[in-house]
């Protein structure tokens, strides 16, 4: 009796630390960007962004430019647009209601709490001098979420789902962070080695929190080829994507094991893909044959393994085979998560 | 001094009328108002925090609202809970053998103390569940029973909820703030805990499980997180360490019920349902509920699972049958009711009418079939109009209405305003019934906010208290 998992908890509890990890993860993202842009001048910066989650027609329908404010409106407090934060802690919180039979009673007041202030902001907390702290607090509003669950969440079944949900995001946000590199730092391979390109791959790495490990690991400089290496395939960086589909791999095998789940093979075997692919190349293969083609790539996996947990324990219905999955959707193209 | 210049002339106080509330009292007159003030308003910031909310949806909005909490308590006695709980075991006792009764042998039809139109043709009256059998003919697995206090403090029921009472997890909710932000007001005072309403309640819906099921898998059945009491099912659903379900998470196969589960299908033996008759079925009830589960009804009329409150209760809390509650008492028990009716005209019959249209100025009517005290007029503060109205619809469908004298409910002290003043309040105690009934000590004491309002219902400006039940 106590084994047994819902199959609609399961995926909420999936999709709960999703929505906290992309909160996260986007407020790096903007935040880096935010550094990023007082190096330059003119808006196509902050275009990239929107360009980055392919959503420019509902910016646009909503704003005439991609200036700062516009585009920090709509992914910061927009509760209008999905894909904003304001969006993303308000389903992790109505995940986090539903769930709260089995999560601790600390996880759902912080994220209660959390989603209550994210509400209340505005444009007017957006102004240059408010963001930088605003960037910090949401981060740590969702490390606090992670530290709560850590100490206090059960570990059964609905622990695995939570993590799986949890690294498979982040491998999906590291390449898009990585993404804005593309669209940003090389826009011409000539700029390559540029003073400007390595404060802004710097900026990139802090925002990462990876900056000192990647010090200790490459004493000597800050090259693209191994700030994209460091992020894409090094195997003891909590963001890189191989350690998120690593530990997403050993999660899946113990859940199955542990209880008997004989379903979720088709999840194992696109994980089991996804690491082979990362193991099976270096960067400077992965820079030749091109950065972007290979992040996208890496999504469209993360998104077949997304429905194929979906379908292998939430639920979903199979989808019909072959239809191209987009690369960038923030919210999956296939069955609907619980709230969106 | 918070109480030295509250006054509640005319109407029994919960408070400075009990002797036994004394000791509260004293602690009480140690605080000041600003600091009562201050907690309160904590309190409050923290039930928002807790997400102790109901929602409230508008066009567009869902606004999530607090039930509003007042910190002072209300005080019962052990001699006055003594009442309220023999008495309310009594009248769930009856309100089951009732039940059993109208769906097997109909004994009390036949024998004329209830007239069999009212049961019969009753909206709630369900058919389907005629000679259906169930475990300790518990139908009324948990009841919440309204009672009022007049102006000598005599106690007097007002209302039987047997279909899906609610409000249970505010009462527990309460306590818990109430233990926080008053320590020094409850140091002391010998309170019976009420922390035992989960087990209570998984182990009477245990002990009704099907006799097949050697460890019954438990549920509670929600209609989901857009229900407006959908706090409460998770509560109770935290309280009994079992899965919260939705109607979609549910299936039935060769009548027996499933859970979908990530390992596949998984039984399920009893459920606590909080979906009304309704919506539990699409094959029997209403077709388009997308709540509900297609085949339920077949498993459980087959014994495959268990259905708390049963099906088909509803035909016996309802205001007309009310009426005949202390005769339904004397003819299954063959006792005098402990706790009393109100007393109560029923304008199906002539007399109930006649004596009803005469006295509209002095009576409330109320519609049989309404909750949460909608469609009631108050006769002593109706305008001219409001009683014509009143009267039109009565002599439109007598049948639909009941009427009563108008009690001066019992006030109990609250936080209003910046000072303490006087405010009507009724108790819902909860029962639990297994094999046998247990009641919660205390209950839900709603309070109504605004000055003079009789009305205490949540919907209407209704707020709610901690309940003590003292030693």
């Known amino acids: ?340 | 001094m918070i109480l030295s210049d509250y006054r509640a002339p005319g109407y029994y106080c919960e408070m400075t009328d009990a002797a036994a509330a004394a000791p509260v009292r004293d602690r009480l007159a140690a605080l000041s108002i600003d600091a009562l003030h201050r907690r309160a308003a904590a309190a409050e910031a923290e039930l928002y925090n807790l997400g102790i909310t109901f929602t409230v949806y508008s066009d567009k909005d869902a606004i999530d609202r607090i039930l509003p909490f007042d910190v002072i308590p209300r005080v019962l006695s052990a001699p006055e809970w003594h009442q309220i709980e023999t008495g309310v075991i009594q009248r769930v006792a009856a309100l089951n053998l009732l039940l059993d009764d109208i769906y097997h042998g109909q004994r009390i039809l036949k024998d004329g103390v209830l007239p069999a139109d009212l049961i019969l043709g009753h909206a709630q009256f369900r058919p389907e569940m005629q000679g259906v059998d169930l475990p300790y003919g518990t139908y009324v697995h948990i009841c919440g029973t309204d009672i009022i206090r007049d102006t000598d403090g005599s106690f007097l029921v007002l209302e039987d909820n047997a279909r899906t009472p609610s409000g249970v997890s505010y009462v527990i909710e309460n306590r818990h703030m109430m233990l926080r932000a008053f320590p020094d007001l409850v140091d002391g005072v010998a309170l019976r805990p009420i922390d035992s309403y989960g087990l209570q309640l998984l182990a009477a819906l245990r002990e009704t499980a099907p006799r097949h099921a050697a460890d019954p898998a438990v549920v509670l059945l929600s209609p989901g997180s857009y229900n407006s009491a959908f706090f409460e099912h998770v509560f109770l659903a935290r309280e009994m360490g079992v899965p919260l379900v939705e109607g979609r998470d549910l299936v039935v196969e060769d009548e027996r019920v499933y859970m979908r589960t990530t390992s596949g299908l998984a039984p399920v033996d009893a459920i606590y349902r909080r979906i009304n008759d309704d919506f539990l079925d699409p094959e029997v009830f209403r077709p388009d509920s997308a709540l509900g589960v297609p085949g339920l009804m077949r498993a459980y009329r087959a014994g495959n699972v268990s259905l708390a409150n049963a099906v088909g209760t509803g035909v016996a809390d309802d205001k007309a049958v009310y009426a005949y509650m202390p005769r339904i008492i004397r003819y299954y028990l063959g006792q005098d009711p402990i706790l009393p009716n109100v007393e109560t005209h029923l304008c199906r019959e002539p007399e109930g009418l006649a004596y009803t249209l005469d006295h509209l100025d002095s009576l409330v009517v109320k519609p049989v079939g309404e909750a949460g005290g909608y469609g009631i007029t108050i006769g002593p503060r109706a305008s001219r109009a409001e009683l014509g109205a009143c009267r039109d619809r009565l002599l439109a469908d007598p049948a639909n209405y009941i009427s009563q004298p108008c009690i001066s409910l019992s006030v109990s002290p609250t936080l209003v305003d910046g000072h303490v003043a006087p405010r009507h309040v009724d108790l819902r105690p909860f029962a639990i019934t297994g094999a046998k009934t247990w009641l919660l000590p205390g209950g839900l004491t709603r309070v109504a906010l605004r000055e003079g309002s009789l009305i205490v219902n949540s919907s209407q400006g209704g707020g709610s208290k901690d309940t003590w039940v003292l030693e």
């Open chain 1, 1 to 340: 009796m106590n084994d047994t998992l819902l199959a609609r908890s399961a995926d909420a509890l999936f999709w709960l630390a999703r929505y906290v990890e992309r909160a996260e993860d986007l407020a790096r993202i903007l935040d880096v960007n935010d550094t990023f842009s007082r190096d330059r001048t003119g808006g196509q910066n902050w275009l990239s962004i929107v360009q980055l989650h392919a959503e420019e027609e509902a910016f646009f329908a909503r704003h005439s430019i991609a200036s700062a404010a516009n585009v920090l409106g709509f992914y910061v407090v927009d509760p209008t647009n999905p894909s904003s934060i304001a969006s993303a802690a308000r389903a992790a919180r109505e995940n986090a209601r539903t769930l709260r039979p089995l999560i601790s009673t600390e996880m759902w007041v912080q994220l209660n709490m959390f989603h209550t202030r994210m509400a209340a902001l505005g444009p007017a907390d957006l102004a240059p001098g408010r963001l930088s702290p605003l960037f910090a607090w949401i981060k740590e509003a969702c490390q606090l979420h992670t530290g709560i669950t850590e100490g206090t969440f059960y570990r059964d079944q609905g622990w695995y789902f939570y993590q799986l949900g949890r690294y498979l995001e982040r491998a999906d946000q590291t390449t898009r962070l990585l993404d804005i590199k593309y669209h940003v730092l090389l826009p011409d391979p000539r700029d390559h080695g540029s003073p400007i390109d390595v404060s802004q791959w710097n900026a990139l790495l802090r925002s990462a929190a990876g900056y000192h490990a990647y010090r200790r690991l490459h004493a000597t400089g800050i090259t693209p080829r191994q700030v994209a290496g460091f992020l894409l395939l090094n195997r003891r960086f909590p963001r890189s994507v191989y350690l998120c589909v690593r530990e997403a791999e050993l999660l899946l095998a113990e859940l199955k094991a542990r209880y008997g789940l004989r379903r979720g093979n088709e999840a194992a075997e696109q994980l089991d893909g996804l690491r082979a692919l990362l193991s099976g190349v270096g960067i400077g293969e992965i820079l030749v044959q091109g950065l972007h083609e290979f992040l996208d790539l890496v999504q469209q996996r993360l998104n077949l393994l997304g429905e194929a947990l979906g379908t292998g324990f939430f639920g979903y219905a199979p989808r019909p085979a072959a239809e191209p999955s987009s690369p960038f959707p923030v919210s999956p193209s296939g069955p609907p998560a619980p709230v969106q």
